[in-house]
């Protein structure tokens, strides 16, 4: 399921017009002509300014990153005879070939479709993408690459069945997160060792991108053995998280944890966060006395800790959707053996194929790990125990997620109206009798065509937003004249977003009352 977690709204409107003119001048999808009635006024839009600074990396050898400085509704990116529409400044063009390089246009793009002059730039993948970035890591990171990726000897996974997915990438594909939370819990442990060149005992990193404006991306180091927590059970003392949303990037640690003062310099990166179906390189970078965060090698966050255990166990928790790229773990060099945690909420068989098995029960905040015998053939039930198995190296316990095939693109969400009245009162208070009211449409599709605004049935407002191409998402506004407003009754304001293709409209409704 495709998640449009944009969707929302406030207040509405009454209006009463005398009379409205016919707002259509045709059916066909390109022929929408802009009309206002009588007693609603345009806000003009300003015109998009040329996009500035272009800056570009590569994660990949054959993938580049653009970022540019504007404040523009949206951005078009052409390419290689390719045009994309993006919400952001930012965008990242897979399937590239490394050694040729590559001419990008941006240009800004208003809310009525206008475009701005072009800002060019030039990169060659290959020029740009760092070799060295997994030196420092145990084996070869995973790749989230498809289902192997997610394997039960290697992960664990807490997630409702048909939220996950693959999603294209340049000429492959990457695991999707479309559900409100999933986990996913490595089986390769992080130990500490002795400091590499940058300091760090250990380190975990994670290429990820955002979904929408509400993806949040949590990195949680568990000390040994609590890996084998679910994700509603509480967080043990001596955890430590990097946390990830679209509007920065922390380090959350245990309070409990030793404070050591130890003091970091950050970087100067424009932006910190994710971002919507751009990739960025997070490390989580372990000290002696301190956790470091860094975005593409650039420290954002630290917090001055010293962690108390030598073995941590990564799991990675997805909210609002989101894009996993790859993970790895850094540390001293250990053997991944299959695991698997079988809750024991009834008596349970043990598999033939076991090498070992450990009875882990916790209570309060402490735990007990006991072996269980290898020829104890049944253990009984315990709700507050549960069973870790270790498996022969060749076999696979369990079954692999279910994921399906999604289509490439941005994900964008539903259509918003606010209503104020020009002194600043807002629903759910009713406005008052005179004056102006304002009327804001927030519309989050990527190549409609227009908009259209109705009253009770009524056409107030047509508005093509395809002036010099596909429409993108921005924000128009309207003012209303309160002489012609009925009060004391409830109206129905109705904004219609209308594709391209010709297809139904997205729509978003509200209802107000004047005082």
């Known amino acids: 399921m495709d998640r449009r977690t944009l969707a929302g709204g406030l207040g509405g409107l009454a209006l009463v017009v005398a009379a409205v003119v016919a707002l259509r001048s045709g059916d066909a999808p390109d022929t929408l002509k802009k009309e206002v009635a009588d007693g609603v006024e345009v806000v003009a839009l300003q015109e998009p300014m040329k996009p500035a600074n272009a800056r570009a990396q590569a994660l990949d050898a054959d993938a580049l990153q653009i970022a540019w400085n504007g404040s523009a509704s949206a951005y078009e990116v052409r390419w290689n005879g390719n045009e994309q529409l993006v919400p ?119 290429s990820v991108a955002g979904a929408v404006e509400s993806s949040h991306v949590r990195l949680t180091l568990l000390p040994d053995p609590w890996q084998y927590l679910k994700e509603t059970d509480a967080q043990p003392k ?10 920065g990037t922390r380090i959350v640690a245990d309070p409990e944890l030793p404070r050591t003062g130890k003091q970091v310099t950050l970087g100067d990166a424009p932006m910190t966060g994710l971002v919507a179906g751009v990739r960025h390189r997070w490390e989580m970078r372990v000290l002696p006395d301190a956790v470091v965060a860094l975005r593409d090698g650039v420290v954002v966050a630290y917090e001055p800790v010293a962690l108390t255990g030598r073995v941590v166990h990564p799991r990675i928790r997805v909210d609002g959707g989101g894009f996993l790229d790859s993970f790895g773990v850094g540390g001293v060099p250990e053997r991944v053996v299959p695991t698997e945690v079988i809750p024991l909420d009834k008596d349970v068989d043990l598999p033939q194929d076991v090498v070992a098995v450990k009875l882990v029960k916790a209570q309060s905040d402490q735990v007990a790990i006991t072996d269980v015998p290898l020829g104890a053939g049944r ?61 804001t449409a927030e519309v989050n599709a990527i190549g409609h065509r227009g908009i259209e605004l109705e009253l009770n049935g009524r056409r107030i407002v047509a508005l093509p937003t395809n002036e010099q191409g596909p429409g993108v998402p921005g924000r128009h506004e309207f003012w209303l004249d309160t002489a012609d407003l009925a009060r004391g009754s409830s109206s129905r304001l109705k904004l219609s977003v209308l594709p391209a293709d010709g297809g139904e409209p997205v729509i978003a409704e509200t209802v107000f009352e004047l005082g």
């Not at 001596?238 to 679209?246: C, E, H, K």
């Open 88 to 206: 952001t400044p930012e965008v990242e063009l897979p399937g590239l070939d490394p050694e040729q390089e590559t001419q990008v246009e941006i240009r800004a793009v208003s809310a009525t479709g206008k475009r701005s002059e072009p800002l060019k730039i030039a990169a060659k993948p290959q020029d740009l993408y760092n070799g060295r970035w997994d030196d420092q890591l145990v084996g070869q990171p995973d790749r989230f690459d498809g289902p192997e990726a997610l394997e039960p000897r290697k992960w664990r996974v807490e997630a409702e069945p048909d939220c996950l997915g693959l999603r294209p990438f340049g000429p492959g594909k990457r695991i999707d997160v479309d559900c409100p939370m999933a986990a996913f819990q490595s089986n390769t442990p992080i130990r500490f060792g002795v400091p590499a060149n940058d300091g760090a005992v250990g380190r975990a990193i994670i």
């Open 238 to 247: 001596g955890a430590v998280s990097l946390d990830i949303t679209t509007q």
């Open 379 to 439: 253990v009984p039930a315990d709700q507050q125990a549960r069973l870790v198995v270790i498996r022969k190296p060749e076999s696979r316990p369990g079954a692999l997620p279910r994921l399906v095939d999604r289509p490439g693109g941005i994900k964008t969400g539903g259509p918003r109206l606010h209503v104020m009245h020009e002194d600043g009162t807002k629903p759910p208070q009713p406005l008052p009798g005179k004056g102006r009211v304002l009327v």
